[in-house]
């Protein structure tokens, strides 16, 4: 491949925009339209150990179209992906999505038309066309510098992706609106020896190449792959659990599931607008989260959701009281509220007490810094997954840990959380280090 970038610049408005909103809006059997167009373009370095294996430019681009067809009191929707290349067969692609969308449908809802836009800040100079290729040498710099200082672990590869990437979403009811952003994502793989070999990974994203810390990154992934030689399982018991911020995510999906509109409408929501949510306990610090559209380079921002609702911040939960649902377009107007738009970053306060104070103590004190499945059941919150990175704290003692399973309920653990007052950013995570949570059952030696 050749070695020079791409001269398309992502943002450009190619003809086949044109003749798709032409061919949808001519015709007449289809109700409502709505078109996504996404491009990306970077570029992609590789290292085997710490020489470089390849690096190439990359260019994609892709058509999201979405049809709506009246199918008697129903409204049925279907879509299709194109490429730049199916600007010949546009008029099969069309009848086959409305062939589709025809077969069934759900209750009439209307696309949102041209609003208020909002401006988010998503996009890095530093990963865009004219400084892309300074910026990942920058970083593959940083990156053989931190492995090479740490002692004791031998690089296995790196993979590195520096890019920026362009949306273009219109419809039928007079909507258009685009935005771009920038992304940069490392992966780490670090080898250690010891009484017991291991490796440790390491994938970490953000829009902007100054969040993303390769030391800090390096030096993190290559302690555990040290302290994993040599690492313990985990006493039985039921004593306190740490949960760091790399795991909340997905430890706290079932708060997003409950909290939706759609869960709402369909009354499979445990929560209701307005009420304590279901939790046993109240030991612990109330619980307060928002949905944060508009954070500046979080990954999970944006100018305007897969509707073109306009990105927004909206508290969810206050003080353990579900307070408001996220709703995109479609269950907004089932309801009868306001669209908020698509979950996007996730919000929470820090604490009172430092990690250092939440992990003091005579314990034992489960520290886990990585689950190897943390999938909590959405609607009841149960969850039970393998220990893959921990530290055991015990009379002043850290040990590393690795094995054994952790298993609760989300909601039980919440009524019993403190929250770290270190606050530590992750991309889609804004919020407290980790979360100690009392009382759950480890199952190890």
Known sequence: MSDAPPKAHVATKPALGDALRKALSADKRITAWQTRRFARRGLQTYLVKTQPESTRWTQGETYDVAVFVKNG???????VTLGPGDASQLASRIDEAVYMAGLGGDTPWALPGAGTKTTVEMYDPALGQGRVRATSQQLVGAWRDAVNAMPGVRPSSMELFCGE??????????????????????????????EKAAERYSW??????????????????????LDLTHAIVPPSGQYPVL???????????????????????????????????????????????WSNAVAPYGLDSYA?????????????????????????????????????G???????PTGKASLAELTSGDGPILYVRSFSWLTPDQARGNFGSEVRVGYLYEKGVKKPVKGGTV??????????????????????????????????????A
Request: proline share 4%; no cysteine; aromatic share 8%.
């Open 73 to 79: 009191d129903q409204l049925g929707r279907a879509g």
């Open 165 to 194: 990437e362009a949306t273009r979403l219109e419809n039928s009811a007079g909507l258009s609106v685009e935005s771009t952003a920038t992304r940069v994502s490392l992966l780490t793989l670090l080898l250690a020896s010891g």
């Open 204 to 225: 970490d994203e953000r829009r902007r190449a100054a969040d993303l810390d390769v030391k800090g990154i390096v030096q993190r992934a290559g302690q555990e792959a």
């Open 243 to 289: 949960i760091d911020a790399d795991e909340l995510v997905g430890f706290l999906a079932p708060i997003e599931n409950n909290t939706s509109a759609e869960q709402l409408y369909e009354k499979s929501s445990r929560f209701e607008v307005g009420k304590p949510l279901p939790i046993e306990a109240k030991n612990g610090e109330p619980l307060n989260v």
């Open 304 to 340: 305007f959701d897969n509707n073109g609702v306009a990105g927004q911040r909206i508290q969810l939960i206050k003080d353990g009281v579900f307070v408001h649902p996220w709703a995109t377009k479609q269950y907004a107007d089932y309801l009868g509220t306001t669209p908020t």
């Open 342 to 348: 698509g979950f996007a970053n996730w919000e929470l």
């Open 407 to 444: 298993s609760g309920s989300v909601f039980s653990a919440l009524g019993n959380a403190r929250y770290a007052s270190d606050a530590v950013f992750r991309g889609n995570y804004m919020g407290p280090a980790a979360v100690r949570f009392e009382g759950l059952t480890v199952t190890g």
